[in-house]
């Protein structure tokens, strides 16, 4: 590790007046891995440009693998072996191959295609191996398509994504997925150094821990990796070094072992004031362990949906009978909440036409549910439902009753029936409790 594969020598970068970047220089060997660290605007993403060949430094001088460069483009890095992964882009939905045709046949394309990005016309497979994908005769340049498909699933499977995923299209594909695609395709690459330009947080945490297994085995091969994040518990983690970039400038270049999250904190605020340091260290830590709980949620939620698919055809159908008459005393009960808001302003004709109907067809709508529920009540016994399917007929049976007292509640005393005195006592207390204004109502007892 004491061959430096890379020196940066007082590079800088000027957007007309605006200095990003100012005398930033540092060396890394080969098989050395160094964190980039600073805060947003510090010049991290810049530095990354400059080194992939993106944009060139305004000053300065880099050195790889013994010579000086000067890149123009992407291309020239890459073909040195300089890969880049960026946070995951917007997709590339026209291709222009005008300028990249080598070989055109009607079995395959020979073409040199370099991007940062996913191509939205290309399967996943595809974009994995764009610019390098296998060849069945080297001499014609025909596209191996099996073996182009075998090598992405392989690639896949590094990162527990599904072979299926081989065939999609890149545009269906959720964020996540996408970042690892772009990962997998510097991987495959020939590579010398890596740059991986904040990609960690975009991962779950399972697959955090399949990339930072991976950073160490290709430093082990000889592999240089920069790596910028903020995560500075996966930092001390596999890192050799730590740079810090401040406002543009390398403010500290500080071995792993020698430092702690604190002093790189306080380089990257540059401050060393407790009220400015305390709360990013323990954001930062906060962060790492809520991100790590949720991965476990994530695996339970997904264990718990294999043993629903694993139930066999009895459990799905006493499920889905359930669900449905669940569902059923659901649309049930917003109709009534929507006729209770209805009845107060209703009149009394209506009011007894809806007790009626309440009465006749949804008590009896609910009663046909009960009695379903006792047939199903064998069925639930064997899955270990039985308390729940008691507890759903408990409540029908509750709501029963309070429809029964509801229909009672809508048919007050009328005067043909009970009298002029019962029904002015009636229709008093219905005003009162509905209001909330306290009524005291006298009435002579030979009143009607």
């Known amino acids: ?37 600073g805060r947003q605007g510090a010049g991290k ?48 939905n026209h291709f222009d191959f005008s300028n990249q045709i080598f070989f055109d046949s009607g079995s395959g394309i020979e073409v040199n295609r370099r991007t940062s990005g996913l191509v939205e016309q290309f399967n996943v497979a595809q974009n994995i191996l764009l610019g390098h994908e296998p060849k069945k005769f080297s001499l014609f340049g025909v596209i191996d398509w099996e073996q182009m498909t075998h090598v992405a699933q392989e690639l896949l499977a590094e990162f527990d994504l599904p072979p299926s995923l081989a065939y999609e299209p890149v545009s269906n594909l959720a964020d996540e997925q996408r ?90 605020v540059g401050s060393t004031k407790q009220e400015q340091v305390s709360p990013l260290i323990w954001a930062l830590e906060s962060y790492h362990t809520a991100q790590q709980q949720t991965e476990e949620l994530r695996r339970a939620q997904a264990s718990l949906q294999q043993s629903l698919h694993a139930q066999d055809s009895l459990n799905r159908q006493l499920v889905e009978r359930l669900s449905n008459q669940l ?22 004709d209506e009011r007894k036409a809806l007790a009626r109907e309440l009465h006749d067809q949804v008590i009896q709508d609910i009663l046909g549910l009960i009695y379903q529920l ?46 002029l005195h019962a029904a002015i006592n009636s229709l008093a207390t219905e005003w009162s409790n509905r209001n909330g204004i306290p009524i005291h109502l006298e009435v002579a007892p030979d009143l009607g």
């Not at 810090?244 to 380089?267: C, F, H, M, N, W």
């Open 327 to 348: 569902l059923a005393l659901d649309k049930l009960n917003a109709a009534l909440q929507a006729t209770q808001r209805r009845l107060i302003t209703e009149r009394e």
């Open 1 to 37: 590790m004491d061959q430096a594969l890379l020196q940066v020598n007082n590079i800088s970068k000027n957007f007309d007046r605006l200095s990003v970047l100012g005398n930033v220089s540092f060396t890394l060997a080969k098989g050395e891995v160094i964190g980039l660290v």
């Open 179 to 268: 970042q690892i695609i772009l990962l997998l395709r510097a991987l495959q690459r020939p590579c010398q150094l890596l740059l991986l330009d904040d990609i960690i947080p975009i991962l779950s945490f399972k697959r955090q821990e399949i990339l930072l297994s991976k950073i160490k085995k290709l430093a082990s091969q000889g592999v240089s990796i920069i790596i910028s994040s903020d995560d500075l518990k996966h930092l001390f983690t596999i890192t050799d070094r730590i740079i810090v970039l401040y406002e543009g400038k390398l403010v500290a270049d500080r071995q792993t072992a020698e430092s702690t999250p604190r002093e790189i904190v306080e380089l990257m």
């Open 45 to 92: 993403s810049t530095l990354f440009h400059i080194l992939s060949g993106a944009i060139p430094p305004s000053s300065g001088q880099i050195t790889f693998d013994g010579s000086k460069r000067r890149f123009n483009n992407r291309i020239e890095a890459q073909k040195l072996g300089i890969e880049t992964v960026y946070q995951t882009s917007s997709l590339i």
């Open 374 to 419: 006792e047939d199903v009540e064998e069925l639930a016994s064997s899955l270990g439902l039985s308390k729940k399917v008691n507890s759903v007929r408990h409540d029908m049976r509750n709501l029963v009753s309070e429809l029964r007292q509801m229909c009672s509640d809508l048919r007050p005393p009328t005067i043909d029936h009970h009298g």
